[in-house]
C-alpha cells in the first residue's frame, strides 16, 4: 500500500493540491476522460464532479474606485446573489466535492447584505473559506471571525504603506484611513486567533497607465509594508505584480508592450526591495511571492505565457458572480469563458446543463492563443496535467498527499 504523504508546499502547489486524498479520484477521473474523449462514452459527458475550489462574488458593489481594478468594468452594476441562490448552490456543489470558496472579485463582498449569513452557511457546511476584502467593512468580518478555523484566511488589499499611496490606489468613498483599517484588522486576531491574516500588495512600477493617467508607484514601500504587517499582527504579506486588462482582449496580461531593458530594470528594483522586506519580516511574518511575481523575478513571464491548448483547470475551479459562471478569474466577465448562468450551479438540471458547457469549453477554448499575454497562475499545473495525459502513465501511479488547503 503506498504512502499517502503530508501536502508540503500550501500556497502555490496546485498540482499538490490536485493528489490530495479528498481530490486524487476526481483528477484520475477528468485525466481518464481526455485521455478517452469519444470512445466509450459522450465527449460532452464529464463526470458530475463540482469544482475542488470557486471563486464567489457575492456582489457587483464596490464602495472603492481603484484605478488598477482588473474588474472595474462590472462594478456596481447593481446585481448581487441572493442567499437563497447562494444556499442552493451550496447544496448542489458541496455532495460534488465543492472544498473551498474564496469571497472576492467583481466587488466588496462585506457590501452584501446577507454577507455574515453567508459566512455562516458555508462554515455550517464544512467547507473552507478565504476572504478578499477592500477593508471598508472590517466591523461585518469581525462579526464572523469566530466561525473561522485553521485553514480559513482573511486578506486585505491594501497595496501601499503610506496613507497618500494608499488613498490614491483605492480612493474610498468614505473617510476611512490607512492606519485605522490596520488598527481594525489586527482586532480580528485578538477575535479569533487562529485566522490566517494576510496583507495583499499589488507592485506597481512607473510608466504603468490606465486610460491615459498614470498609476501610483508603491516600490519603495514594498519593506515598509512588511513592517506594517508585523506591527498589526498580520501573519503574512501576499506580493503580485500589477495585471491589466487588455480593453483589444478583454483579458489580463503582465508586462504587455514593456521592452526588455525597462523588464530588467523593474525585476531588480523588485528584487532588491523584496530582500529589504525579507529582512523586516525577520520570520515574524511569511514574505510570500506570487506564481507570476516568481516568474517575473527569474525572467520566465515569456514561458508562464505559453500555455497548452487545453486550460485543464477549468474543470478544477470555477468563477460565480452575478454576471454568470467563468472559467477562469482572468477572464471574469468575459463572453468567450462563461460557461453558465448565475443559477447554473443552483439545482441539479442546471448544473448538469453548466457541466456540459464546461466539456464544450475543454474542448474549444483554445488557451495557447487566448492565454499567450497572461502570466498564468495556473501554468505549471496545466502542463503537468497535460503531460500526464499524454504520457500514459497509470493514474494509479500518482501519490496521494493528505487532505490539508483546497484552495485553487
Known amino acids: ?92 456543489l458541496i455532495p460534488r466535492g465543492l472544498l473551498s470558496v474564496i469571497l472576492l472579485g467583481g466587488g466588496e463582498p462585506t ?89 495583499s500588495f499589488v507592485i506597481v512600477w512607473e510608466g504603468i497607465m490606465v486610460n491615459e493617467n498614470p498609476l501610483a508607484t508603491n516600490l519603495d514601500e514594498i519593506a515598509a509594508a512588511v513592517e506594517l504587517a508585523a506591527k498589526y499582527s498580520f501573519d503574512y504579506v501576499s506580493f503580485k505584480p500589477c495585471l491589466l486588462r487588455l480593453p483589444q482582449s478583454e483579458k489580463e496580461t503582465l508586462l504587455y508592450g514593456v521592452k526588455k531593458e525597462t523588464e530588467n530594470r523593474i525585476r531588480q528594483t523588485i528584487e532588491h526591495n523584496l530582500e529589504q522586506a525579507r529582512k523586516a519580516g525577520d520570520d515574524k511574518v511569511k514574505v510570500l511571492e506570487s506564481v507570476n511575481l516568481r516568474a517575473l523575478l527569474e525572467n520566465r513571464i515569456d514561458d508562464l505565457k505559453r500555455q497548452p491548448k487545453v486550460c485543464h483547470m477549468q474543470f478544477f475551479r470555477t468563477v460565480l458572480s452575478p454576471a454568470g459562471i467563468f472559467h477562469c478569474p482572468a477572464f471574469r466577465g468575459v463572453d468567450k469563458a462563461k460557461i453558465g448562468e448565475k443559477d447554473g450551479y443552483n439545482a441539479e438540471a442546471a448544473f448538469m446543463e453548466t457541466q456540459r458547457e464546461l466539456a464544450k469549453s475543454l474542448k474549444t477554448f483554445d488557451a495557447a492563443n487566448e492565454c499567450c499575454d497572461i502570466g498564468c497562475f495556473y501554468h505549471h499545473v496545466n502542463w503537468w496535467l497535460e503531460d500526464f495525459i499524454r504520457s500514459g502513465q497509470r493514474t494509479d501511479d500518482i501519490d496521494t498527499l493528505l487532505d490539508d488547503n483546497f484552495f485553487l
Open 1 to 92: 500500500m503506498k504512502e499517502i504523504r503530508q501536502l508540503k508546499q500550501r500556497e502555490h502547489d496546485f498540482a499538490a493540491k490536485l493528489k490530495q486524498a479528498s481530490v486524487v479520484e476526481r483528477l484520475k477521473a477528468y485525466i481518464e476522460h481526455q485521455r478517452h474523449p469519444a470512445e466509450d462514452r459522450n465527449p460532452m459527458d464529464l463526470q458530475p464532479f463540482s469544482p475542488v475550489s470557486i471563486n464567489l462574488d457575492l456582489t457587483s458593489a464596490c464602495n472603492f474606485a481603484c484605478p488598477h481594478c482588473v474588474d472595474a468594468a462590472i462594478l456596481n452594476s447593481g446585481e448581487a446573489l441572493t442567499l437563497d441562490s447562494i444556499e442552493g448552490i451550496l447544496e448542489t
Open 111 to 199: 457590501l452584501h447584505k446577507d454577507f455574515e449569513a453567508v459566512v455562516a452557511r458555508i462554515k455550517e457546511k464544512g467547507v473552507q473559506l478565504g476572504i478578499v476584502t477592500n477593508g471598508s467593512r472590517l466591523e461585518r468580518v469581525a462579526r464572523v471571525a469566530e466561525m473561522l478555523e485553521k485553514h480559513d484566511w482573511v486578506r486585505l488589499s491594501i497595496d501601499a504603506a503610506r496613507e497618500e499611496t494608499w488613498q490614491r490606489m483605492h480612493r474610498p468613498k468614505s473617510a476611512l484611513t490607512l492606519q485605522d483599517m490596520l488598527a481594525r484588522a489586527a482586532r480580528l486576531k485578538t477575535i479569533n486567533p487562529s485566522i490566517s491574516l494576510g496583507y
